[in-house]
């Protein structure tokens, strides 16, 4: 996951899920921090076997509260339906409404993001690898000034 903090007080949120089909899988329902989501700005794809191909219906999500549902053609199901087909799913939004004044650390605004999960009902086995990445601000050049939660320093 990358979040890009714009200077209009929006996030660029993009995930790249790798996944292994174990059942029958129509689609991937994904949360997001708040109700001000982009649903305009929303963009994914599946790559399987190398090949790219554009998930085409991306709406507001009937199982997260807060979410989008990226809901897979049949082209995309054919492609991934084997049993343990690895494929990525690439997703991408902007999300309105995320910089805030912050009361704790004065002079300063902050961003509370919390990256979206799977519910172990619908996952087999662990988690390889999860990375969170946040980009600051083009302009942004005091990196120290940063803080990750109050009294502790960003390490970048």
Do not use: C
Request: proline share 5%; net charge negative; no cysteine.
């Amino acid at each position: 996951m990358d979040v890009y903090i714009n200077r209009d007080g929006s996030i660029d949120i993009e995930y790249s899920f790798t996944f292994i089909n174990y059942g029958k899988l129509d689609g991937v329902d994904i949360g997001l921090p708040n109700r001000h989501y982009d649903l305009r700005s929303a963009s994914a794809s599946v790559v399987v076997d190398g090949d790219t191909y554009p998930v085409r219906k991306l709406v507001k999500s009937p199982y997260v509260g807060i979410g989008i549902a990226a809901e897979f053609d049949q082209i995309i199901r054919n492609k991934i339906e084997v049993y343990g087909t690895e494929f990525t799913l690439h997703f991408s939004v902007n999300n309105p409404h995320m910089v805030y004044i912050n009361k704790i650390e004065e002079d300063s605004v902050g961003v509370r993001f919390r990256p979206t999960w799977f519910s172990s009902e619908y996952q087999k086995g662990y988690t390889g690898l999860l990375r969170a990445r946040i980009f600051f601000p083009e302009g942004f050049t005091e990196p120290d000034e940063a803080v990750h939660l109050k009294d502790r320093p960003w390490d970048s």
